[in-house]
């Protein structure tokens, strides 16, 4: 009874600490009366390098690329980003929306689409920042999760262990995704954005230079070079990440997620 109680308030106060923050960004004066000269949204799922993105756009010496600052409830999710835009004295602002956040904690807003047509309407520029592999994606969140770290830089770099993996979990993970992909297509279906992925865009350190090139070509801006203090967290060898290897093989084979074994070392 007291656990079932404990679960209940503390989701009270998750949910009540969205507007608590909502309100302590309306008393923040403003700085700007008006506009920056570019905004920009970066959308995707979690663990698909959005972090490493946002850091290295960070650094450029004309945008202020904030964070997830819809990453709890909101009453008036624009009025919010809005408040967010005034505070910033840089010409290019912009900042980052995960789409579970956009689907599952924006409640307040009756359509979610309408949302990113509004952002688009106002002048947004959309990065749309995916992982195309959903196994990888899924073995990247088990593994963050397991370790409780998402991000980690060069200095600072415990020793990776492995991690025996549960096929609970990991489906709970590549259903999850699968289903964000499906999300992420629909609101963004035929709306103007900048495709990137993971993959092609990202995860090879010598293709940053031309990621940066193209994203601050997009929002009107001359590149820099690639600066991030960020490396990855998760082995990519399946051996080197799970105790268990041989079972999470079979489990993927046997399910629709099959064909992305074949990016998967063992």
Same mark, same amino acid.
Request: hydrophobic residues 40%; positive net charge; contains cysteine.
């Given at each position: 009874?007291?656990?079932?109680?404990?679960? $209940?308030?503390?989701?009270?106060?998750?949910?009540?600490?969205?507007?608590?923050?909502?309100?302590?960004?309306?008393?923040?004066?403003?700085?700007?009366?008006?506009?920056?000269?570019?905004?920009?949204?970066?959308?995707?799922?979690?663990?698909?390098?959005?972090?490493?993105?946002?850091?290295?756009?960070?650094?450029?010496?004309?945008?202020?690329? %904030?964070?997830?600052?819809?990453?709890?409830?909101?009453? #008036?999710?624009?009025?919010?980003?809005?408040?967010?835009?005034?505070?910033?004295?840089?010409?290019?602002?912009?900042?980052? $929306?995960?789409?579970?956040?956009?689907?599952?904690?924006?409640?307040?807003?009756?359509?979610?689409?309408?949302?990113?047509?509004?952002?688009?309407?106002?002048?947004?520029?959309?990065?749309?920042?995916?992982?195309?592999?959903?196994?990888?994606?899924?073995?990247?969140?088990?593994?963050?999760?397991?370790?409780?770290?998402?991000?980690?830089? %060069?200095?600072?770099?415990?020793?990776?262990?492995?991690?025996?993996?549960? #096929?609970?979990?990991?489906?709970?993970?590549?259903?999850?995704?699968?289903?964000?992909?499906?999300?992420?297509?629909?609101?963004? %279906?035929?709306?103007?954005?900048?495709?990137?992925?993971?993959?092609?865009? $990202?995860?090879?350190?010598? #293709?940053?230079?031309?990621?940066?090139?193209?994203?601050?070509?997009?929002?009107?801006?001359?590149?820099?070079?690639?600066?991030?203090?960020?490396?990855?967290?998760?082995?990519?060898?399946?051996?080197?990440?799970?105790?268990?290897?041989?079972?999470?093989?079979?489990?993927?084979?046997?399910?629709?997620?099959?064909?992305?074994?074949?990016?998967?070392?063992?």
């Amino acid at each position: 009874m007291f656990d079932s109680l404990q679960a $209940l308030a503390e989701s009270a106060n998750a949910f009540y600490a969205g507007y608590a923050y909502e309100a302590a960004q309306y008393l923040r004066p403003t700085v700007r009366s008006a506009p920056p000269d570019t905004r920009f949204v970066l959308f995707a799922r979690g663990r698909s390098g959005t972090t490493l993105l946002l850091s290295m756009l960070d650094a450029h010496p004309e945008i202020e690329a %904030d964070g997830e600052i819809l990453r709890r409830r909101a009453w #008036r999710p624009n009025a919010l980003i809005e408040q967010r835009v005034g505070q910033t004295r840089a010409p290019v602002y912009g900042f980052k $929306l995960l789409s579970y956040q956009l689907r599952s904690l924006q409640t307040h807003l009756p359509d979610r689409r309408a949302f990113l047509e509004t952002l688009v309407e106002q002048g947004y520029r959309v990065l749309y920042l995916r992982r195309q592999n959903l196994l990888r994606h899924a073995l990247s969140g088990l593994y963050a999760e397991h370790r409780r770290r998402w991000h980690q830089t %060069d200095t600072d770099a415990p020793a990776r262990p492995t991690i025996r993996v549960r #096929r609970e979990d990991l489906f709970r993970w590549l259903d999850g995704s699968a289903r964000l992909r499906r999300f992420e297509h629909e609101v963004l %279906d035929g709306l103007p954005h900048l495709s990137l992925t993971y993959e092609d865009d $990202l995860e090879d350190p010598a #293709r940053h230079s031309e990621t940066l090139r193209r994203v601050t070509g997009r929002l009107d801006l001359a590149p820099i070079a690639p600066d991030t203090a960020l490396c990855k967290t998760t082995p990519r060898r399946l051996s080197d990440l799970a105790t268990n290897p041989d079972e999470v093989h079979h489990w993927v084979a046997a399910s629709p997620y099959a064909r992305f074994l074949s990016a998967v070392p063992a």
